[in-house]
DNA sequence: TGGACGATTGACT
DNA sequence: GTCAATCGTCCAA
């Protein structure tokens, strides 16, 4: 049985002991599976984060237990996952920007109808080559169709922290966290 | 009820 | 490097 007390840690805290971590996803007859190389955190004191100015009807999965799912429709077209951690009632949450995948590529090549990298290197593409889609917010990851799976924690010297992509507020806060191992990250800090 | 604004991507110069 | 696509959400009016 996988522990996933950790999902009850700070945001920051949770979204680094996800790296590394596997999602299995079950679409009909096909099993997708991936492995997480690229987080980013998200707590309600943080103007960043959808839970800023507190419940809606949009955001209000990110109010539920540590270990569900928060799926939200980026600029109308793209459906990012979530997963929401922290104390229940607390608005937080880690954003999967990116993963590799492990299992049922083909299928994950139809959904994108791209190859490669960019499969799954970026939240949007994520979302799509997992079938992952807003009515999806609220599920219980710990159960099908979409399970996280728990691995050992990365090492602490391959996990790089930057500030987080595409955001406005709050931009200089280090919350982004990746595998500096992996090639399907989004974006790569750049070299000193 | 209107309108500005995205936790993005892909096509194009 | 620039930029349009596209539409749900949220708040001001």
């Not at 960043?48 to 569900?68: D, E, I, K, V, Y």
């Not at 929401?84 to 299928?107: F, H, K, Q």
């Not at 709050?170 to 500096?180: I, M, S, T, V």
Request: charged share 25%; with cysteine.
């Amino acid at each position: 049985m996988d522990d996933f007390s950790w999902l009850r840690l700070p945001a920051p805290e949770a979204a680094r002991r996800l790296l590394g971590c596997e999602l299995e996803r079950t679409l009909g007859p096909d099993t997708l599976r991936v492995k997480i190389v690229e987080t980013e955190a998200y707590s309600q004191d943080d103007p960043a984060s959808h839970t800023f100015n507190g419940r809606t009807p949009r955001n209000a999965a990110m109010f539920l237990s540590a270990g569900h799912a928060y799926v939200y429709l980026s600029y109308g077209i793209h459906s990012c996952l979530n997963i929401v951690v922290g104390r229940e009632g607390v608005g937080e949450g880690v954003l999967l920007r990116a993963a590799e995948p492990l299992e049922g590529l083909e299928t994950m090549r139809r959904l994108r109808g791209q190859d490669g990298r960019a499969l799954t290197n970026g939240p949007g593409k994520l979302g799509q080559a997992l079938g992952i889609e807003v009515g999806m917010s609220g599920h219980d990851v710990a159960l099908p169709p979409l399970r996280l799976i728990a691995r050992e924690p990365l090492a602490p010297e391959r996990v790089v922290v930057t500030t987080r992509i595409g955001i406005s507020k709050a931009a200089e806060l280090p919350r982004r966290f990746y595998d500096a191992e992996s090639t399907y990250v989004s974006v790569k800090a750049k070299r000193p």
